[in-house]
């Protein structure tokens, strides 16, 4: 049973913090409880901000993590460790969490192909228009919305 999910991006400041902020809420909304959600970065850094395109998107969502403030933390050992289920956003993150860390290999997933959407990145809007960032929390919404449905049928 999935009981500690980490979400792991490149910087921790769009795709893991968007999916752990939506993944957080749906699991609040359906009374999901006991489900710990967190979100790392392969190069985060505190010296990272959220962009102001993921703070709006988020509060379109309704989504109780504060953005706006959430500061970008490293992928550690510990984080690895603790988490029952490591969801990445592309092969990329996955390849050089297994190389370093080999152990965590059956625990770590592209999201995409967790959710049975088939293999590929969730590309990094970082930079882009509006409607990238937009197009990406919808694509991520969309397999959390299946992650959700797994978890249910785990407590069944």
């Not at 625990?107 to 970082?126: M, N, R, S, T, W």
């Not at 228009?129 to 969309?142: L, V």
Request: charged share 30%.
């Amino acid at each position: 049973m999935y009981k500690k999910i980490l979400f792991v991006c490149t910087g921790n400041v769009c795709r893991s913090a968007m999916a752990e902020a939506m993944c957080k809420k749906m699991l609040k909304n359906l009374g999901l409880k006991g489900i710990k959600v967190w979100s790392r970065g392969l190069a985060g850094s505190r010296m990272l901000r959220v962009p102001d395109e993921v703070v709006q998107l988020m509060a379109e969502e309704s989504c109780r993590l504060d953005l706006d403030i959430h500061v970008s933390a490293p992928l550690t050992v510990r984080d690895l460790s603790r988490a029952d289920l490591v969801l990445v956003m592309e092969d990329y993150h996955k390849e050089k969490i297994v190389a370093d860390f080999p152990a965590v290999a059956d625990k770590v997933f592209l999201l995409k192909q967790f959710a049975g959407a088939g293999d590929g990145d969730v590309e990094d809007p970082i930079g882009m228009e509006e409607k990238d960032y937009r197009a990406c929390k919808d694509e991520i919404k969309g397999y959390l919305q299946t992650l959700i449905i797994k978890l249910q049928e785990q407590r069944s």
